[in-house]
């Protein structure tokens, strides 16, 4: 008893404080939080249009799309198709996020009508090492997405980063990073494209 | 921070940050922002503004709770405090300008282990009362500011020949690119600090 009334008067304060503050971020938190996803949202419109840019909207796809991310929870996929002014499918473009090394990294994906083959992707969200894993945003890296196929990825410490195929050369200096976006790629794109093949939206015309 | 020289209590907390205490060019603490987020004046700017927000917070906490602090549990509540309002101040970063806040990337959260905040919470705000208080963290942040925008304005200009995104240079300036790289921070804050202690050596010592 004596224990416990010691580690009430030692800690009070410290437990207290710990509430009070919690309560506070969650308060602003939510005060913020459509704010900060309507960000997110218009910019994930905008990278999109770099990577695809005949496209003029972007449609959600209603059809449930589950993604089983490698620790074994599921999450409902945001896939969007992307169509030009005369309302025809130039692509489909989804985010995609997992564990980066400092923090979660998102990404947005773009890939052709077809599903075959990649448009690239964009940074949405990345904290990653200044130097080191951010320039997983420079042109270097991302352009071996583009035009790479739409299926499974393999990374490679060595290669010709060039050559458009599936086996990505990893940032020098940053082998986390590197397989944390080939382990993204991987996760997304071939459940996604799986799903969408089974309940026909590849290959659909869209009104 | 004392009130020596017959000025007040609160004109030396409020001023003592901006130069005769400043706490970048004359303290040298809290170098992380300097070197990282001065190669233009707007995320500078931007840092400096968040700094005083957690500073003046934190300190006002601090000083509200000084009589009930524990010696040996103060320094966590002072990062638990100081951890509070910086993600307070990144989620209004994210929400009310989220391209700054993406140039700032992880630097925001980085202001929890920014020893210029503790350093006041203990030096200061632990100590003092809630004016005195609130006025250091003014003067201080004030400084910490007026810090970063001196080192990214020379960065900026000589980087670019703009400042604060205007062109100043004329055309035929060269750009010294390397001043926007990493070294161009650690030569600058050098040469600065090199000039600043030149200029204030007092004579004979």
Redesign the interface.
């Known amino acids: 008893m004596s224990k416990l009334k010691l580690f009430a008067q030692?800690?009070w304060?410290?437990l207290v404080?710990?509430f009070v503050?919690g309560l506070?971020?969650a308060v602003?938190?939510a005060a913020?939080s459509g704010?900060?996803e309507l960000?997110?949202s218009a910019?994930l419109n905008e990278l999109t249009r770099t990577l695809l840019p005949d496209a003029e909207t972007f449609k959600p796809v209603e059809a449930q799309i589950e993604v089983t991310l490698p620790g074994g929870t599921k999450e409902t996929a945001q896939v969007f198709e992307a169509l030009s002014a005369d309302k025809q499918r130039v692509g489909w473009s989804f985010r995609a996020y997992g564990s980066g090394f400092?923090?979660t990294i998102e990404l947005v994906v773009a890939v052709d009508g077809g599903f075959q083959k990649m448009m690239g992707y964009s940074v949405l969200?990345?904290?990653e090492t200044?130097?080191f894993g951010?320039q997983i945003k420079n042109d270097y890296f991302r352009s071996q997405f583009v035009n790479a196929p739409a299926g499974p990825l393999t990374l490679a410490k060595t290669g010709d980063p060039a050559a458009i195929d599936s086996q990505i050369v990893a940032i020098s200096g940053a082998t986390v990073t590197s397989t944390a976006v080939v382990g993204i790629f991987n996760a997304f794109l071939v459940q996604i494209k799986d799903q969408m093949t089974e309940k026909g939206l590849i290959g659909h015309v869209s009104q | 921070m004392s009130a020596s020289n017959g000025s007040s209590p609160y004109s030396a907390a409020l001023l003592s940050g901006l130069w005769k205490e400043n706490p970048t060019f004359r303290l040298l603490i809290g170098l992380c922002p300097p070197l990282?987020v001065t190669a233009a004046v707007k995320p500078a700017l931007t840092m400096g503004l968040s700094v005083i927000f957690v500073l003046v917070c934190s300190n006002l906490v601090v000083s509200l709770?000084r009589n009930?602090?524990?010696p040996h549990?103060r320094i966590?509540?002072f990062t638990?405090?100081i951890?509070?309002f910086v993600?307070?101040c990144d989620?209004?970063l994210?929400?009310?300008t989220?391209t700054m806040s993406?140039i700032l990337?992880?630097y925001v959260?980085l202001i929890i282990v920014n020893c210029l905040i503790i350093f006041r919470a203990e030096a200061c705000a632990s100590k003092s009362g809630l004016v005195v208080s609130i006025l250091d963290a003014i003067g201080m942040g004030t400084g910490f500011t007026l810090a970063l925008c001196v080192l990214a304005s020379i960065r900026e200009l000589l980087a670019t020949g703009r400042v604060f995104e205007i062109q100043v240079m004329p055309d035929a300036f060269v750009p010294w690119l390397a001043l926007q790289m990493?070294v161009g921070a650690f030569v600058t804050l050098g040469l600065l600090l090199g000039l600043i202690a030149a200029l204030t050596r007092k004579k004979g010592a």
């Open positions: 030692e800690s304060l410290l404080s710990s503050f506070l971020i602003t938190n913020l704010r900060i960000n997110k910019k400092a923090d969200a990345s904290s200044p130097g951010d | 990282a709770m009930l602090l524990k549990l966590i509540m638990v405090t951890a509070t993600t307070i989620l209004f994210k929400a009310f989220p993406e990337g992880a959260p990493p």
